[in-house]
């Protein structure tokens, strides 16, 4: 550590300007833009709401127009116009003009204070405070010194520049010196300086025997003090502490303009105290800190002027040098800088004034200079507290062998080997702890202990090792499972890849189709017939010529071409014949375009409609059902652009209960409509998943679109997908998300072939003990309804069942659900709704919400097929079905909506 601490300098060379420091008149010369940084790198700002605080950076808000004098300064921020002002302790930004006072800190910062120098403005947390300007004493504080910056160079200001009332000044001649007197030092607290029984100082003492100092002028116009009580005590300048040694550190007593004294060094470095009574070096400033007052023992006498009373005036004391900017020793770098190239001849040297006799010591040290001395203390106080816990050590080992250890000694060894102060030691510390031996120490059983000891480091380090190893081989098989769940996660991206690979190359297929599609039936008929003419030409005419031609013909190749001709006609018939079963009517709804629709007439009857006490259904309910879902928009856009009001809420008012609901429902766009459905079906705990079976699995690919797009509108750009995916799971979840892509094919071209391939696929994934789910999802999801229903009237024929009776046996509930939806939508979507709507009318009550989504979506759909295969299903109309369940306006509203008359 030796050789480390004098790597280290002073730490007045991190802090030392690197600039010649300029004057104060420098600073005001060029300070319409200046920044004031502490030396944690912020800046003094003002913020936007007008708050004080230093934690700027380099924006706008840090630069000030500074005028005036040092005693009288405006800082002006360039932004805002505001200035920063001072009031007790409190720092505000003034819209007008007021001064604070710049003052040096003597080591190139400067010190913002009120036009009292009553307070100093610090930089502490979220915002500037003022405070008592004693902390300019404490060399730990450094939220009060500013760096004036001059654009982005710092501009470093000599303490010679501020010479102003209240702020630090050199010494000048004061105090002469005298022939040896006693005195005692007062703090401006009623204690006083004295001297501790363990060595040392405090700020604290009583005025007692303790409290006397003696001092002796020295011929080169200096002085020492000693203590009046205890001989060769004296006080002992050592760096950034104060100590007792034989003999004291020649001092200069600088008398201030308010009678009190200064005790410095020759260096400059001035003796303060804190509040708590801790005595230490810092720079010279005539701050309460270093002011005391000289006081007679007996008895008591005021202040003392420039001279003691009755002595006479000797020459001056030679004006001290300028302040010494040093701080504590805890703020010394050991590694910022490049070693000496005296280090050992310092190391000798520090080593030789330990080693040397205590009363030739203090005279050793004061011939270092300024930054050894620095040094030299550090060095001191680590090498006494390592022979401290040398010492400790040892005694301890001597406990452990056997040996008798006295008790005191022991726990003395402790406290100063765990609580050594740099401000705590003194010549009788040097001489107990630089003994060279130990008193009756047993050499032979402190080395058989250490031998224990190092062998029980080696058992220690090799546990360590050994759980280092199980750590290392922990962290490769974590290693391993890693790059095997990666190799799984790859071949599942294959595998998926190779999927969408298959399924592209099936669309194209498909849209090659579409742009080529295969001859229509009258075609294939006449085409049919025209090689049947052909073919009864060519057998006429090889009947007729057998006899007269040397050919090879035989008649029989006239039976075979009637036979590949009976064939064909076969093929033809059953292809007519499934293609006959194929086909749907074309779907109609109940609800059509009015083409009386007057929009402005109809908005003039609904207003009058809600005018006065209640509100006149009737007029309401004939409206609405008399035009369709576009015309309704229209006329909601109307009645908002005549009446300045939303005719929907206007609607939730004045019509209430369920027929407001189906009210609301109906004058919704048909996506709106469905994607409000779907966020309610899936809201809460749980989901209504016959609701998104019946919406997702039965509408068109531009619906499906168009709900999508509705839904992220309507609930904040929450996207269907992910909330279909966060409500299911499996391959229920797989076959939701295939429907919500909208890419189904919508051509009602059948591919005979294809639907034969697909049903063989679909008999195989579905026999034996597994049932391949993903191949029904790739056939169901990607179908149009046509080729589906081929598909199924194939799968029939080859398995002997219908497939809805297979889904429903070999699939989980609701996987079995959405694709038997699909099954029955494709074969015939009008009768799927019709047998919804006996399931929400059947038993006791009625599923009004069902009832009123299906006949809200399918009244401009495929509301007429549905009525009309109603009574197969219900064995009754469907509107003695709802005259049967319901009432009122509800009622007729729903039976407007199917067709019937109101």
């Given at each position: 550590?030796?050789?480390?601490?004098?790597?280290?300098?002073?730490?007045?060379?991190?802090?030392?300007?690197?600039?010649?420091?300029?004057?104060?008149?420098?600073?005001?010369?060029?300070?319409?833009?200046?920044?004031?940084?502490?030396?944690?790198?912020?800046?003094?700002?003002?913020?936007?709401?007008?708050?004080?605080?230093?934690?700027?950076?380099?924006?706008?808000?840090?630069?000030?127009?500074?005028?005036?004098?040092?005693?009288?300064?405006?800082?002006?921020?360039?932004?805002?116009?505001?200035?920063?002002?001072?009031?007790?302790?409190?720092?505000?930004?003034?819209?007008?003009?007021?001064?604070?006072?710049?003052?040096?800190?003597?080591?190139?910062?400067?010190?913002?204070?009120?036009?009292?120098?009553?307070?100093?403005?610090?930089?502490?947390?979220?915002?500037?405070?003022?405070?008592?300007?004693?902390?300019?004493?404490?060399?730990?504080?450094?939220?009060?010194?500013?760096?004036?910056?001059?654009?982005?160079?710092?501009?470093?200001?000599?303490?010679?520049?501020?010479?102003?009332?209240?702020?630090?000044?050199?010494?000048?001649?004061?105090?002469?010196?005298?022939?040896?007197?006693?005195?005692?030092?007062?703090?401006?607290?009623?204690?006083?300086?004295?001297?501790?029984?363990?060595?040392?100082?405090?700020?604290?003492?009583?005025?007692?025997?303790?409290?006397?100092?003696?001092?002796?002028?020295?011929?080169?116009?200096?002085?020492?003090?000693?203590?009046?009580?205890?001989?060769?005590?004296?006080?002992?300048?050592?760096?950034?502490?104060?100590?007792?040694?034989?003999?004291?550190?020649?001092?200069?007593?600088?008398?201030?303009?308010?009678?009190?004294?200064?005790?410095?060094?020759?260096?400059?470095?001035?003796?303060?105290?804190?509040?708590?009574?801790?005595?230490?070096?810092?720079?010279?400033?005539?701050?309460?800190?270093?002011?005391?007052?000289?006081?007679?023992?007996?008895?008591?006498?005021?202040?003392?002027?420039?001279?003691?009373?009755?002595?006479?005036?000797?020459?001056?004391?030679?004006?001290?040098?300028?302040?010494?900017?040093?701080?504590?020793?805890?703020?010394?770098?050991?590694?910022?800088?490049?070693?000496?190239?005296?280090?050992?001849?310092?190391?000798?040297?520090?080593?030789?004034?330990?080693?040397?006799?205590?009363?030739?010591?203090?005279?050793?040290?004061?011939?270092?200079?300024?930054?050894?001395?620095?040094?030299?203390?550090?060095?001191?106080?680590?090498?006494?507290?390592?022979?401290?816990?040398?010492?400790?050590?040892?005694?301890?080992?001597?406990?452990?062998?056997?040996?008798?250890?006295?008790?005191?000694?022991?726990?003395?060894?402790?406290?100063?080997?765990?609580?050594?102060?740099?401000?705590?030691?003194?010549?009788?510390?040097?001489?107990?702890?630089?003994?060279?031996?130990?008193?009756?120490?047993?050499?032979?059983?402190?080395?058989?202990?250490?031998?224990?000891?190092?062998?029980?480091?080696?058992?220690?380090?090799?546990?360590?090792?050994?759980?280092?190893?199980?750590?290392?081989?922990?962290?490769?098989?974590?290693?391993?499972?890693?790059?095997?769940?990666?190799?799984?996660?790859?071949?599942?991206?294959?595998?998926?890849?190779?999927?969408?690979?298959?399924?592209?190359?099936?669309?194209?297929?498909?849209?090659?189709?579409?742009?080529?599609?295969?001859?229509?039936?009258?075609?294939?008929?006449?085409?049919?017939?025209?090689?049947?003419?052909?073919?009864?030409?060519?057998?006429?005419?090889?009947?007729?010529?057998?006899?007269?031609?040397?050919?090879?013909?035989?008649?029989?190749?006239?039976?075979?071409?009637?036979?590949?001709?009976?064939?064909?006609?076969?093929?033809?018939?059953?292809?007519?014949?499934?293609?006959?079963?194929?086909?749907?009517?074309?779907?109609?709804?109940?609800?059509?375009?009015?083409?009386?629709?007057?929009?402005?007439?109809?908005?003039?009857?609904?207003?009058?409609?809600?005018?006065?006490?209640?509100?006149?259904?009737?007029?309401?309910?004939?409206?609405?059902?008399?035009?369709?879902?576009?015309?309704?928009?229209?006329?909601?856009?109307?009645?908002?652009?005549?009446?300045?009001?939303?005719?929907?809420?206007?609607?939730?008012?004045?019509?209430?209960?369920?027929?407001?609901?189906?009210?609301?429902?109906?004058?919704?766009?048909?996506?709106?409509?469905?994607?409000?459905?779907?966020?309610?079906?899936?809201?809460?705990?749980?989901?209504?998943?016959?609701?998104?079976?019946?919406?997702?699995?039965?509408?068109?690919?531009?619906?499906?679109?168009?709900?999508?797009?509705?839904?992220?509108?309507?609930?904040?750009?929450?996207?269907?997908?992910?909330?279909?995916?966060?409500?299911?799971?499996?391959?229920?979840?797989?076959?939701?998300?295939?429907?919500?892509?909208?890419?189904?094919?919508?051509?009602?071209?059948?591919?005979?072939?294809?639907?034969?391939?697909?049903?063989?696929?679909?008999?195989?994934?579905?026999?034996?003990?597994?049932?391949?789910?993903?191949?029904?999802?790739?056939?169901?999801?990607?179908?149009?309804?046509?080729?589906?229903?081929?598909?199924?009237?194939?799968?029939?024929?080859?398995?002997?069942?219908?497939?809805?009776?297979?889904?429903?046996?070999?699939?989980?509930?609701?996987?079995?659900?959405?694709m038997v939806t699909i099954v029955q939508c494709a074969r015939n979507p009008a009768r799927y709704f019709a047998t919804r709507i006996y399931k929400a009318c059947k038993g006791?009550?009625?599923?009004?919400?069902?009832?009123?989504?299906?006949?809200?979506?399918?009244?401009?759909?495929?509301?007429?097929?549905?009525?009309?295969?109603?009574?197969?299903?219900?064995?009754?109309?469907?509107?003695?079905?709802?005259?049967?369940?319901?009432?009122?306006?509800?009622?007729?509203?729903?039976?407007?909506?199917?067709?019937?008359?109101?």
């Open positions: 550590f030796e050789r480390r601490l004098l790597r280290c300098r002073p730490a007045t060379h991190i802090l030392a300007p690197k600039v010649q420091p300029q004057a104060m008149d420098q600073l005001f010369a060029q300070g319409d833009r200046v920044r004031f940084q502490l030396q944690s790198q912020k800046s003094l700002r003002i913020t936007k709401q007008g708050k004080v605080n230093c934690l700027g950076g380099h924006g706008n808000r840090v630069w000030f127009r500074l005028t005036g004098t040092p005693q009288n300064a405006m800082l002006q921020q360039h932004c805002s116009g505001q200035y920063i002002g001072m009031e007790g302790m409190r720092v505000f930004a003034s819209p007008t003009p007021v001064s604070v006072r710049l003052e040096a800190n003597g080591d190139g910062t400067i010190a913002i204070m009120d036009p009292s120098a009553s307070r100093v403005l610090v930089g502490m947390g979220q915002s500037a405070r003022a405070t008592n300007p004693a902390v300019r004493s404490s060399r730990l504080r450094k939220d009060f010194k500013f760096v004036p910056y001059i654009g982005n160079a710092p501009l470093h200001i000599a303490s010679a520049a501020l010479a102003t009332p209240g702020l630090a000044q050199p010494p000048t001649p004061g105090m002469t010196a005298a022939p040896t007197m006693t005195c005692l030092f007062s703090r401006f607290s009623n204690k006083y300086l004295a001297f501790q029984m363990s060595g040392g100082f405090t700020g604290r003492g009583n005025g007692d025997d303790l409290s006397r100092f003696k001092i002796t002028p020295q011929p080169d116009g200096t002085a020492t003090i000693t203590s009046a009580t205890r001989e060769a005590t004296g006080l002992f300048f050592q760096g950034a502490c104060i100590a007792t040694s034989s003999q004291s550190t020649p001092i200069k007593l600088h008398q201030n303009p308010d009678g009190t004294v200064c005790i410095l060094n020759g260096a400059g470095a001035c003796l303060a105290t804190d509040r708590n009574g801790k005595v230490q070096a810092c720079a010279f400033a005539v701050v309460p800190s270093t002011c005391f007052v000289m006081q007679q023992p007996q008895p008591p006498a005021p202040v003392v002027p420039s001279a003691p009373v009755g002595v006479a005036a000797p020459p001056p004391i030679a004006a001290a040098p300028p302040p010494m900017a040093a701080p504590p020793a805890d703020l010394f770098s050991f590694d910022d800088f490049s070693d000496s190239e005296d280090e050992e001849a310092n190391v000798e040297l520090f080593q030789a004034i330990i080693d040397s006799d205590k009363d030739d010591r203090p005279a050793l040290i004061n011939t270092l200079t300024p930054d050894q001395q620095f040094a030299f203390a550090e060095y001191k106080r680590k090498y006494l507290q390592e022979r401290a816990i040398r010492k400790a050590r040892r005694a301890k080992l001597r406990q452990q062998a056997g040996q008798e250890v006295d008790p005191a000694v022991y726990e003395q060894r402790q406290q100063m080997a765990h609580a050594f102060d740099r401000t705590q030691y003194g010549s009788q510390d040097v001489d107990s702890l630089s003994e060279s031996s130990d008193d009756g120490v047993d050499e032979d059983a402190i080395a058989a202990a250490e031998e224990a000891a190092r062998l029980k480091e080696e058992a220690a380090e090799a546990a360590r090792a050994e759980a280092e190893r199980v750590q290392q081989e922990m962290q490769e098989m974590r290693q391993r499972l890693q790059a095997e769940q990666e190799a799984m996660r790859a071949e599942r991206e294959r595998l998926r890849q190779e999927w969408e690979a298959e399924l592209e190359a099936e669309r194209e297929r498909l849209a090659e189709l579409a742009a080529n599609p295969p001859a229509q039936p009258e075609e294939q008929a006449q085409e049919q017939q025209e090689e049947e003419e052909q073919e009864e030409f060519v057998v006429s005419e090889t009947e007729t010529d057998n006899d007269e031609t040397d050919s090879d013909g035989d008649p029989e190749d006239a039976v075979e071409l009637d036979a590949d001709q009976l064939a064909a006609q076969a093929i033809a018939a059953s292809a007519a014949a499934i293609e006959h079963v194929i086909e749907l009517p074309v779907p109609t709804g109940t609800v059509a375009e009015n083409p009386d629709f007057d929009p402005t007439a109809m908005a003039s009857s609904l207003y009058k409609a809600f005018e006065g006490m209640g509100c006149d259904k009737d007029t309401v309910v004939r409206s609405l059902c008399s035009i369709n879902n576009e015309q309704r928009q229209r006329l909601a856009l109307e009645y908002k652009t005549m009446y300045g009001s939303d005719l929907l809420v206007r609607l939730k008012s004045e019509v209430t209960g369920k027929t407001g609901t189906l009210v609301q429902a109906i004058m919704q766009p048909a996506a709106d409509f469905d994607a409000i459905s779907l966020y309610n079906a899936m809201a809460g705990m749980g989901t209504t998943n016959s609701v998104v079976i019946e919406i997702l699995c039965t509408r068109t690919n531009e619906q499906i679109l168009a709900i999508r797009d509705a839904y992220k509108r309507l609930f904040h750009g929450n996207d269907l997908e992910k909330a279909i995916m966060s409500e299911t799971g499996g391959n229920y979840k797989r076959l939701l998300v295939s429907m919500l892509q909208g890419g189904r094919n919508a051509d009602d071209e059948v591919d005979m072939e294809l639907a034969q391939t697909e049903a063989r696929m679909l008999h195989d994934s579905t026999k034996g003990w597994s049932t391949s789910k993903s191949t029904l999802n790739r056939v169901l999801a990607l179908r149009g309804a046509a080729q589906i229903r081929a598909t199924c009237n194939e799968y029939e024929k080859l398995a002997g069942r219908d497939i809805t009776e297979t889904l429903k046996k070999r699939l989980p509930s609701h996987l079995a659900q959405g006791l009550g009625t599923d009004d919400q069902a009832l009123m989504r299906i006949v809200t979506s399918r009244s401009e759909a495929d509301m007429a097929q549905i009525k009309a295969l109603y009574p197969e299903i219900g064995h009754k109309t469907l509107a003695e079905e709802i005259t049967g369940e319901t009432r009122g306006h509800y009622k007729q509203l729903l039976l407007g909506l199917v067709g019937e008359p109101i």
